[in-house]
């Protein structure tokens, strides 16, 4: 099984809200990952966790928290988001090793009105 | 810094013909290069991948190809479908991915 599934699918949200993104594997992968995509462009990495630890923040600004609550599970936490802020968020997994295949989840489409 | 140029950026074939798409990394020590294909709508998905001890990689109509002293690899799509329309990526693999801007094909019925 190599599946990511990331809930909700859509999400349509005001610049005052706060709300969460989630995501879970089943794979034993111990690294995980939050991308952020635009239309038509490739996704680009936002954070990565390697044993429940944060490894990787690319300059992400803190209006988007990540959190890995447990081996399986991981969440963005969204507050007072920028309409420009609106993309798919793909969440992805692999074994924590350089090189290692990362399985994608199909994503959540967020727009920030 | 690190970068996959991807070419071409557009591909519009005729059901049944091959597809190319070429692309050239720029970080010598990678040997790692997964090609993922992206519908409308959904997650990127893995499709094929190779790793720097081979040349060469087929997987039923797909066929992947590395040159690690020219820094270049290709993905190859014979006998081309309807449902093989989507954008393709191909990744240069490490600590970190780095993606091809992408190739939108088109596979005309």
């Known amino acids: 099984d190599t599946e990511v599934t990331q809930t909700p699918k859509h999400l349509v949200m005001g610049m005052t809200n706060k709300k969460s993104l989630k995501c879970e594997q089943h794979?034993?992968?111990?690294?995980m990952y939050w991308y952020k995509q635009k239309a038509k462009k490739p996704p680009e990495l936002m954070f990565v966790?390697?044993?429940?630890?944060?490894?990787i923040n690319e300059s992400v600004p803190s209006r988007f928290s990540p959190e890995c609550p447990n081996s399986s599970l991981l969440n963005l936490h969204l507050h007072a988001l920028q309409p420009e802020d609106s993309a798919l968020y793909l969440c992805?997994?692999?074994?924590?090793?350089?090189?290692?295949?990362?399985?994608f989840g199909p994503g959540t489409r967020l727009l920030v009105l | 810094g690190e970068n996959v140029e991807q070419h071409p950026s557009t591909l519009s074939v005729q059901e049944g013909d091959s597809a190319v798409i070429k692309c050239t990394y720029s970080?010598?020590?990678?040997?790692?290069f997964p090609w993922y294909k992206q519908e409308l709508g959904k997650g990127p998905q893995l499709i094929i991948d190779?790793?720097?001890?081979?040349g060469e990689k087929k997987d039923q109509r797909i066929a992947v190809t590395l040159n690690k002293t020219a820094k270049h690899f290709s993905l190859h799509i014979t006998e081309t479908q309807p449902e093989d329309s989507a954008v393709y990526f191909c990744?240069?693999?490490?600590?970190?991915?780095?993606f091809g801007a992408g190739t939108i094909l088109r596979v005309k019925s």
């Open positions: 190779i790793r720097s001890n081979v």
């Open positions: 970080d010598s020590a990678s040997n790692y």
């Open positions: 966790y390697s044993y429940e630890k944060l490894s």
């Open positions: 992805a997994s692999s074994h924590p090793l350089s090189g290692e295949t990362q399985y």
């Open positions: 990744v240069q693999g490490g600590n970190k991915l780095v």
């Open positions: 794979m034993g992968h111990r690294a």
